[in-house]
């Protein structure tokens, strides 16, 4: 399971390409290209993928739309269970397990029954694969912004915009806490109440001596 939740945040450094495509999305009038490259980075392609790979640009800007859209639900739920939010009831009858004995941070992962794991897993296996593929994968689910759709194609690129970098921004943040987690022995919640979080001044920080 390690193994799989590595592939997942190795595979999300896709993010961060962009490609010299042309093609545009005719219902939005916005260049795919064009999107995502902002201050103060602009085009960002380090490995020069814009050269060598173009074709392959719709399927990293799915992938990056689709990462930064989960980790974004991640980092919130990730909020929310350290603040000791969960549902009521058994998350696993037959073991007599509730939402409530799940511990926060990453380790609660390893708390959920495999079976519960694996159906989790073959949900998105078949999300993946089959229902929203990368390579059919827009972002567009044709219910517009909260119900309004966004007809002034600058107001629609800007919020495109902010959803992208707010992704990426969530994707550093949720990595970066699993690797705090692993590193203090602290959840997110833990860290903070302890005002543990400074790997360079703090006494207990990794980085000091």
Known sequence: MKLAISALLIGSAAAFTTSPSTRATSSLQVSEIELGS?????????????????????????????HGRIAMAAVVGNIVHNNHIVFDGYISPSNNLKF?????????????????????????????????PASQYDGDYGVGYFGNDILDPEEKARKLNAELNNGRA???????????????????????????FNPFSDADGFFTA
């Open 38 to 66: 902002t201050e103060p980075l602009g085009v960002f392609d380090p490995l020069g993928w814009m050269d060598t790979e173009p074709e392959a640009f719709e399927r990293r800007r799915a992938v990056e739309r689709k």
């Open 100 to 132: 409530s004995d799940i511990p926060t941070g990453v380790d609660g992962l390893f708390s959920v029954p495999t079976a519960g794991l694996a159906q989790i897993i073959a949900f998105l296996g078949f999300v993946e694969l089959a229902w929203l």
């Open 170 to 196: 969530a994707m550093m943040g949720i990595m970066g806490n699993m690797v705090a987690e692993k590193l203090t022995g602290q959840t997110m919640y833990e860290q903070y109440s302890s005002n543990h």
